[in-house]
């Protein structure tokens, strides 16, 4: 499944490839994995993402709405500190022992992945992005 979309002036397809293939850490099964393809001009990102139980395929033009706005979300999330991520999202930083939480860290880690992904497809500022994208998309 493939799309277009037009964000910032800007035209960014994606693609969904069902791949049946990977676990998530949190027990989503492979039958809900996909791999989402994200182009803009000569550049393509890609992320896992993993759809419901109860609608493993991605179908139509909003599923792929759906996982774009996750990339967006966990992109805009790792443009933050580690502190303002943890403040903002409700983690913890620092576990029992008063050390760096290091499961926090790494969801951390992967939203700023997220972000440097967002940052090379150069489609200008994330926030306006998002904005955009949720106006003309209705996510």
Known sequence: ???????????????S???NEKKSSWGAHENQHHTI???HEDTTVSFDYWASQAKPSIECEQDLHDAFNCFL???????????GFCDELG???YNDEGEIDTDT????NSCVKMNNKFNSLNIGDIYDCSNDFSEKYDV
Do not use: F
């Open 1 to 15: 499944m493939n799309t277009a979309i037009e964000v910032n002036g800007k035209t960014i397809s994606i693609e």
């Open 17 to 19: 490839v069902w791949t």
């Open 37 to 39: 393809l994200v182009t």
């Open 73 to 83: 979300l966990d992109a805009m999330s790792g443009d933050n500190t580690h502190n």
């Open 91 to 93: 983690y913890e930083m």
């Open 105 to 108: 860290l790494d969801v951390y």
